[in-house]
């Protein structure tokens, strides 16, 4: 018979078997029992040398599912055109993300720091301008009267040539070069959304949560 007993130190918690005949008699269960029950210690004690209770918390190793809930209205922001957003998340981690219509996201992560990354990511999608809060922001092209700054993922604000500095500022490019990291804060937004900026020292002010 291929006979299997599961089980603590204070009792069998499982049974399974299977036999080619059409009975056993008591003995020979008993006798199994007994074997088993030897075993079981054994396996038990050789457990607990190696850890002798349960962790409190994941090994930062080990696969995960971690929960995180956004506003529905944001949905189209984590997926973007075409899936292409959320297909950059998941190829650069490796972690599946899935998004309910109520926002909830669940994210499969190999490890803890994967998942950290993408939860970081997800709220830098999904996050709203606020006005007086400071950015430090990527300077994404220079115009004739200031530049356009990238202050979050798909939000770019306007700062004007006369916010750029204390003193008068001839030319933008003098001051500013595409790709150039800043401080600005956000003076106004206004009813189409379109962002105003002023620029400021980036150790002046911390960015918003």
């Known amino acids: 018979m291929d006979f299997k ?4 130190v204070n009792g069998i918690t499982a049974l399974q078997m299977d036999i080619k005949v059409t009975g056993i008699t008591k003995e020979i269960l008993e006798a199994a029992l007994a074997q088993a029950l030897i075993a079981r210690k054994d396996i038990l004690a050789v457990m607990q040398k190696a850890i002798s209770e349960s962790r409190t918390a994941i090994s930062s190793y080990a696969p995960r599912i971690q929960t995180m809930k956004i506003n529905p209205s944001k949905i189209r922001d984590v997926i973007g055109k075409g899936g292409a957003t959320i297909r950059a998340l998941t190829e650069e981690s490796g972690v599946t993300i899935d998004i309910s219509d109520d926002g909830v996201v669940k994210l499969f992560s190999p490890d803890q720091e994967s ?3 993408v939860v970081e990511q997800i709220k830098e999608l ?3 301008v606020e006005i007086n809060s400071v950015y430090e922001g990527t300077v994404t092209k220079i115009v004739e009267y200031g530049a356009f700054v990238n202050i979050l993922p798909g939000r ?3 700062l004007h ?6 003193e008068r500022v001839e030319k933008v490019s003098d001051v500013l070069e595409e790709g150039q990291v800043i401080g600005v804060e956000v003076l106004d937004i206004d009813r189409q959304g379109r962002i105003k900026l002023t620029k400021v020292d980036k150790s002046s002010k911390s960015p918003p949560e």
């Open 5 to 8: 007993v599961a089980g603590t």
């Open 115 to 117: 998942a950290n990354k």
């Open 126 to 128: 999904t996050a709203d």
């Open 156 to 158: 770019d604000g306007l």
């Open 161 to 166: 040539i006369s916010q750029i500095s204390d």
